[in-house]
T-cell receptor, first 112, second 114 residues
């Protein structure tokens, strides 16, 4: 079945460091891929998405490219800030944006 | 952007009582809503798919008599945790589809059963 695997955390970085959070997926057909962010005590917020191969989703300095050949959707940011500290979830969904399958989440801690 | 709300945001109840959580799509109609459960420091687990005007579809291992779902209108779905026990304590999150766009997630409801 469909599934998402993302790197375990926590990831601890200093401010302005480069961030990569790996995400790979298994799916039948052609899923859409997402990154969601969850700040402490809050629900999920959509960070970015890509709906087809080679698409690049980007938002707030974060970006991820849908790589069909490696079944990956790694999240990157060139310079993280303390305010980026949160839990990041990679997810996939079938063509009708119905069921979502989430990765286990990666906690990011950014220190000043 | 689309907004999905949940009420209450936090609830504490005694063991054996029932708790109802509401999920509303505030500026769009959602024929399908989803209920997730998130355990501490873990990912979201899909519990059920709520379809307006019909019975909910539950994921394997989720007790339908324990977690009652009612999708009474195109903007409201409710999850009732019946005869709650401490192991039901969790963070419950709903989401809603707007047409063929992505899902929008509610802010979550934290349930603590004493």
């Amino acid at each position: 079945g469909d599934s998402v695997t993302q790197m375990e955390g926590p990831v601890t970085l200093s401010e302005e460091a480069f961030l990569t959070i790996n995400c790979t997926y298994t799916a039948t057909g052609y899923p859409s891929l997402f990154w969601y962010v969850q700040y402490p005590g809050e629900g999920l917020q959509l960070l970015l998405k890509a709906t087809k191969a080679d698409d690049k989703g980007s938002n707030k300095g974060f970006e991820a490219t849908y790589r069909k050949e490696t079944t990956s959707f790694h999240l990157e940011k060139g310079s993280v800030q303390v305010s980026d500290s949160a839990v990041y979830f990679c997810a996939l969904s079938g063509g009708n944006f119905n069921k979502f399958y989430f990765g286990s989440g990666t906690k990011l801690n950014v220190k000043p | 952007g689309a907004v999905v709300s949940q009420h209450p945001s936090r609830v504490i109840c005694k063991s054996g009582t029932s708790v109802k959580i509401e999920c509303r799509s505030l500026d769009f109609q959602a024929t399908t809503m989803f209920w997730y459960r998130q355990f501490p420091k873990q990912s979201l687990m899909l519990m059920a798919t709520s379809n307006e005007g019909s019975k909910a579809t539950y994921e394997q291992g989720v007790e339908k008599d324990k977690f009652l779902i009612n999708h009474a209108s195109l903007t409201l779905s409710t999850l009732t945790v019946t005869s709650a026990h401490p192991e039901d304590s969790s963070f419950y999150i709903c989401s809603a589809n707007r047409g063929l766009e992505t899902q929008y997630f509610g802010p979550g409801t934290r349930l603590l059963v004493l």
